[in-house]
């Protein structure tokens, strides 16, 4: 059974910076596409970054966002920096049953629990 579990999230002044982990257990992440999303109250769940066989972001995080992964230690992460009030969010971890990512978060097969990410201004 594959789980996913995310952590870092917190409370965090506008420009500053947060680590979000994901921790997958259940299988070896190596051969498989990992992605970030978010959700905030009231809005649809959005693209964040996925790590695949290429790596890209969404257009609103680029070069203030991070995505990496340590497969000896099966867990993706999320840097984030300049952080702003707009991203403040449930940040989500999602892995998916093949290597190329996806910016749809219907074509991810696994997904975490959420960890909150508040910005203050």
């Known amino acids: 059974q594959v789980q996913l579990v995310e952590s870092g999230g917190g409370l965090v002044q506008a420009g500053g910076s947060l680590r979000l982990s994901c921790a997958v257990s259940g299988r070896t992440i190596s051969s498989y596409a990992m992605g970030w999303f978010r959700q905030a109250p009231g809005k649809e769940r959005e693209f964040v970054a996925a790590?695949?066989?290429?790596?890209f972001y969404a257009d609103f995080v680029k070069g203030r966002f991070t995505i990496s992964r340590d497969n000896a230690k099966n867990t993706v992460y999320l840097q984030m920096n300049s952080l702003k009030p707009e991203d403040t969010a449930v940040y989500y971890c999602?892995?998916?049953?093949?290597?190329?990512?996806?910016?749809?978060?219907?074509?991810?097969?696994?997904w975490g629990q959420g960890t909150q990410v508040a910005v203050s201004s």
């Open positions: 790590d695949g066989r290429s790596t």
């Open positions: 999602a892995e998916r049953n093949q290597g190329w990512g996806s910016r749809r978060w219907l074509e991810y097969d696994y």
